[in-house]
């Protein structure tokens, strides 16, 4: 199975990279198949609220997202992380989290009735990572919500939420012991949720 981690961060080797370098740890130690992208990478914005997804059940939008699509769409798991900025994800995680909206389709007459490819093709799994400086999750306002919440509605049901607090150095998270754990099992889990997913479909 693949796992694929996307780091929001536009810092690299900094604490949100940090910890879901331990979530993916965790996750190829079960046996999983591992890649990791940074955002920052990617050139693309965000939606410009065209709908053209409406009609092909895809972004039609050809800029650098295509090819993260390609590489969600492949993926048994996921790995998200951002950083708190002004108690939310940072800019360019929120124009990622926005271009997901192609994988919501609405009915043409009645746009209350809606679910995602996700759903129809089996539901995938992940596990989001929040980073924040302050020291009170009150202070790091909705980037946790906005991450799993947000995958949730696109079908990726989050099996854990890490939230790191009261980090901003680089490399400071590494002396935070319980949340390094913390990530780690997360992967454990994740792969765990696969599996024990793949045995269901069996039976």
Known sequence: ??????????RKRGNTDTLIDKVLEGAEKQGA????????????KGCISCEGCQKEYKCIIKDDMQKIYKLLDEADGLVLGSPT???????????????????EIFDDEDRSVWLSPNE??????AV???????????DMGFTSEAL????????WRSVANIKALHVFEKGKVTKEKE????????GERLVKTLVLAEKVKKN
Do not use: C, H, P
């Not at 989001?128 to 009150?138: G, H, L, P, Y």
């Not at 949340?179 to 997360?186: F, L, M, N, V, W």
């Open 179 to 186: 949340t390094i754990k913390e990530a780690y099992d997360a």
């Open 1 to 10: 199975m693949k796992i694929l981690g996307i780091v929001g961060s536009a």
């Open 33 to 44: 198949e591992i890649k990791k992208i940074y955002l920052a990478d990617y050139d693309f």
């Open 128 to 138: 989001t990572v929040a980073v924040s400086e302050q020291k009170s999750k009150e």
């Open 148 to 155: 799993s919440k947000t995958l949730v509605a696109v079908g």
């Open 85 to 103: 900025y002004f108690y939310n994800v940072n800019g360019l995680t929120k124009n990622f989290l926005d271009r997901l909206y192609s994988y």
């Open 120 to 125: 129809v093709n089996g539901m995938k799994y």
